[in-house]
């Protein structure tokens, strides 16, 4: 028995055969796949990795042959984004219902023949390009999968160092946990782990003789457990009983309906704030998206995203949900989320200050920016607008007609987009207030129970002295969100929950009692809610 010390980064205890992960190469079979959302995922971290492979390789070049000769990875980089080539690919997907690999090698060959017949001797020459990047994506598919090496056994596995779209791609039902030497806490890896529910560690260096052994990964006490002698295991094996059967509960549940004993149906959706959650969407089984915090990708950027920027996320969130309902939400800076390009005056109380909605109803520039990449977005599934932090009916009837003013220049201009859900957030008491008169004005509604709290009780949700007060339960809160309820039900609109509160299971059955129709809560919690609202009356 032998043991090795490492960092958690990722809770919980697995045990059985150690898998030392090696990305070989394989030959590409075709076979079915079921979910179709999840290769779809595949292929689009694959894609990803494929493009970043090739941003390194263009570096290094750069250094080798200089920055003429390296030219050709920015082209082949820009070339993996082709939309033609890529809708080709998820298309495939999609309707033959075959895997990433197959996919991706069919569409390569077909657009391999497409331009090697061409005259032009430029294009002609990209049909090798084409090949090129077309192998490259199916390297990083199966240097994910590995399925076929890690055999029909669960395994921890254990690698020098996984990368998220790795990670992702693994056959959750066959990976106990994973170790690695490199990485970090923070790492998207780490927090994949996290999402995922795998126990994980870093800084354990592998070994390959360890192929095939038993072994321990306990992710709590940050250890790493090769050949463990008997009475340690007997010890282990109680630990991990205890856990999995809490886990087994939950994932029992998965392709359940989210429906009460008395037969009250209640859409189950996720808030994500980044491509990157949707593993987990997807992992959880939502059955939306009821809100996307669409600011981080500003926070993540160093300058105002473009439109293009913008709907290349958007367009892939709404590919990767296959028609299911996507509510994106409106920039909402200001207060704690702050962007230095915006270049915002310091504010006394910046939690009432010039933030979210107001921003983009004095910025119409920016605010139409996002619109027009939401509304070209709009034709890859089903998506909705919110907007947040609204106090009144004017400034609905100002984004409406800036709406308009959008969609007339994409119609000049021959863009095509489709009809979209608009709704607002019930965030701030005037709303609440006054939401029999908002509910005449849009599509839907959803309470964002963490503003509504801070400006009910006059508490700001960032000051840690407040903390022991700062009551999500307040009778105030949970009136005012009964009374949104009824307001909208009046005016025929439905109505969701997207804050915190809407995973608080100790509220699941007085929010459906309120009548809500729809929960949105954050990725992991989806089946503990689902839970909840199926053991409701
Ligand atoms: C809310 O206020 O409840 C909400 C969902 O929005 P955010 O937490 O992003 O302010
Ligand atoms: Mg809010």
Redesign the pocket.
Known sequence: MERFAGKSMSDGIAIGKIFVYAKDEQVVKCTKVEDVSKESIRYESAKERAIAELHHLYEVACKEVGEENAQIFNVQAMMLEDDDYNKAILNSIQSELVNAEYAVAKTGDSFFAMFAQMEDEYFNARSIDVKDISERIIKCLQGHIAGSQIGDEPVIIVAKELVPSEVVQFDKEKLLGFAMELGSSNSHTAILARMMNVPALIHIKSDPAWNGKLAILDATEGVLIIDPSEKVLAEYRKKYEKKLEQRELLRQLKGKENVTLSGRQIRLYA?IGNVKDLASVIQNDAGGIG?F?SEFLYLESDHYPTEEEQLAVYKQVLSVMTGKRVIIRTL?IGADKQVDYFKLDKEENPTMGYRAIRICLDRPDVFKTQLRALYRASVYGTLSIMY?MIISVEEVRKIKEINEEVKKELKEKGIPYRQVEHGI?I?TPAAAVISDLLAKEVDFFS??????T?YTLAIDRQNAKLEAINDSHHEAVLRLIKMTIENAHKEGIWVGI???LGADVTLTERFIEMGIDELSVAPASILSVRKAIRECR
């Open positions: 808030n809100l915090r909402d947040p957030m965030e309470i964002g129970t963490n503003d509504l801070q997207c804050g915190e």
